[in-house]
């Protein structure tokens, strides 16, 4: 019986495990000569080989063991010839299909059989290759501090970019998130009919909204009561031991008389919650903390798990501030894991902008910049709907392009103008992406005019036709790598490393369209994909038609983790 079980995707990962695992044999505990009884020490699996990614490399190699490396494992980094053997037969799930190998100065260099690569790939559309490696589970909120009233809900005008910039990040992580699997709410939920809302909208954000009249007055009794009764609740009796020492009372001692008041530095050092400020110290309860917290309750109602993670996404000026809601929170007897996702500022040398003057300013440098490169067609619903979204990805891509623990500075100056070719940014992304519906829409053109046949089967082409080192590096460090790129936030919000900090890699997506736009374009403007009707280059087109629709799926697939829909003409 023919066995249908489909084959793994490539991993690189994967790839570089087995690379590895086929070098060291099992090594792992073997005297080294001159060293007495002394265990010989190897370099850990995944320092062994490197992925190779620049186009001079890739032309004579795919993955290098380095000569230091080789060292630390052979007598003099000569490779014996059943390890050599073992490595040039490497096969299994996921590995990539290896065509050979040679010890030149620099190491080990492997080469990938990458006419069987683009097979695996790409015969089935990529779509493997398009999303995370592996599904996850649990319970993620989003709670992003600036968007809480305090006590007035917030407005673009009165909204910081640095307050922006958080809000952004928490509308990306959630798309990632949602991707693998999480389930994910946000917080807090915002009047629908709000400023705040209508300007989240222009940006692509769709944000949780209830009726103008509704209130969470429940919830907020609910956790004034959890506070009042909270063991961690600072006494009368306590606070008048420390003033009693003589003197008078300072007035606004006086005016706190009856407060509510928690010792937040106790709740985190006998809960052993690592990570947080030993400053915060006791902490007076304000209604507008109260309400924060009964929208953090309210958003985790629908929790499927007994415990889920509340992830803060807050300015590096309001951590402080969000360590004592989260404290507060969890003396009122939540018990969810909390997390703090902390960014650094933006600034704008010579000018203060809100986040609204900033979008506008961007939006109207953008309809300039498309009216001097595409003239009086530059109006109409479509027109205005490809400036709203482009505005969106410049915003999302300054904003989000920065590690985000580090400052973001913006050139806001006004006589300025938003560049549609510049090799970087959210605009030449889009445009790119848009090169390839326009090649598309060529192609069926020409399939209606009776030029080109329909595409084939994948399985009917012949993909050693794809010889332009453009193509390898397509696919080998854009498609391939992909799927394990958008398994990493989730990776990072296991890891226990920093205690209540998380350090999430937020600026991977932006920096990969990025770069995967410049070597597109540069591929794009070196190829005619398209080429004369004629069937002896038929194959030839038809396998780079198969590569560019598995790219312009995988536009679409990380856009969609910016929030970003694609443009598809310019």
């Known amino acids: 019986m023919e066995n249908l079980e489909q084959p793994s995707p490539l991993r690189i990962t994967t790839t570089v495990r087995a690379l590895s695992s086929a070098l060291r044999g099992k090594r792992e505990n073997v005297p080294e000569p001159g060293r007495g009884n002394g265990d010989r020490i190897f370099p850990e699996p995944e320092k062994l080989w490197f992925k190779e990614s620049s186009a001079k490399n890739l032309r004579n190699r795919d993955f290098l063991s380095p000569t230091t490396m080789l060292n630390t494992l052979y007598a003099d980094g000569q490779v014996p010839p059943a390890v050599m053997s073992r490595v040039l ?165 006086v005016e706190d008389e009856g407060a509510l008041r928690i010792n937040l530095k106790r709740v985190f050092q006998e809960e052993g919650l690592l990570g947080y400020d030993p400053s915060l110290g006791t902490c007076t309860v304000h209604r507008d903390s109260v309400s924060h917290l009964a929208q953090l309750d309210l958003a985790t109602a629908d929790c499927t798990v007994a415990t889920a993670t509340a992830l803060h996404v807050t300015s590096c000026q309001d951590e402080f501030r969000q360590q004592q809601i989260a404290m507060l929170w969890r003396a009122s007897g939540a018990t969810h894991v909390q997390r703090h996702l902390v960014c650094g500022p933006v600034k704008t040398p010579g000018s203060h902008l809100t986040a609204a003057q900033y979008l506008q300013l961007r939006r109207g440098q953008m309809k300039e910049a498309s009216e001097m490169k595409y003239g009086d067609q530059v109006e109409g619903q479509t027109w205005d709907d490809i400036i709203r979204v482009m505005t969106s990805a410049t915003v999302r891509f300054e904003l989000l392009s920065t590690v985000h623990t580090s400052p973001v500075t913006l050139d806001v100056q006004r006589e300025g103008s938003v560049s549609t070719k510049g090799p970087r940014g959210g605009v030449f992304v889009m445009y790119n992406c848009a090169r390839l519906h326009t090649l598309f829409d060529s192609y069926e053109r020409g399939v209606e005019k009776g030029l080109y046949p329909e595409i084939p089967e994948g399985s009917q082409l012949d993909f050693s036709a794809l010889k332009e080192e453009g193509e390898w590096l397509l696919l080998f460090n854009y498609l391939i790598p992909f799927s394990e790129l958008l398994d990493q936030s989730g990776q990072a919000l296991d890891s226990d490393a920093g205690g209540a900090r998380v350090n999430i890699k937020t600026e991977q997506i932006c920096k990969f369209l990025v770069s995967l736009s410049k070597d597109f374009s540069s591929y794009y403007n070196r190829v005619h994909v398209l080429g004369e009707p004629l069937p002896h280059l038929f194959n030839q087109m038809f396998c780079r038609l198969y590569l560019l629709r598995a790219l312009r799926e995988l536009y679409h697939s990380a856009l969609d983790t910016l929030t970003l829909p694609p443009i598809r003409q310019l």
Request: net charge negative; glycine share 10%; hydrophobic share 35%.
């Open 89 to 253: 037969s490497l096969h299994g799930s996921g590995v990539l299909p290896i065509a050979g190998g040679e010890v030149m100065g620099e190491g080990l260099r492997m080469r990938v059989d990458r006419a069987a690569a683009f097979r695996s790939v790409l015969t089935d559309g990529a779509t493997e290759y398009l999303k995370p490696s592996s599904k996850r589970q649990g319970c993620v909120v989003l709670n992003c501090p600036a968007l809480h009233p305090r006590p007035n809900i917030p407005t673009p005008d009165s909204l910081t970019l640095g307050q922006l910039r958080t809000v952004l990040l928490a509308d990306h992580i959630g798309a990632l998130l949602k991707r693998q699997g999480f389930t994910v709410s946000f917080c807090p939920t915002l009047p629908e009919d709000s400023d705040i809302i209508t300007f989240l909208q222009g940006l692509g954000t769709d944000w949780p909204t209830a009726p103008a009249n509704w209130t969470n007055e429940e919830r907020e009794e609910k956790i004034q009561d959890a506070l009042v009764n909270s063991p961690y609740r600072e006494m009368e009796t306590e606070r008048g031991r420390r003033t009693s020492g003589g003197g008078g009372r300072k007035a606004e001692e």
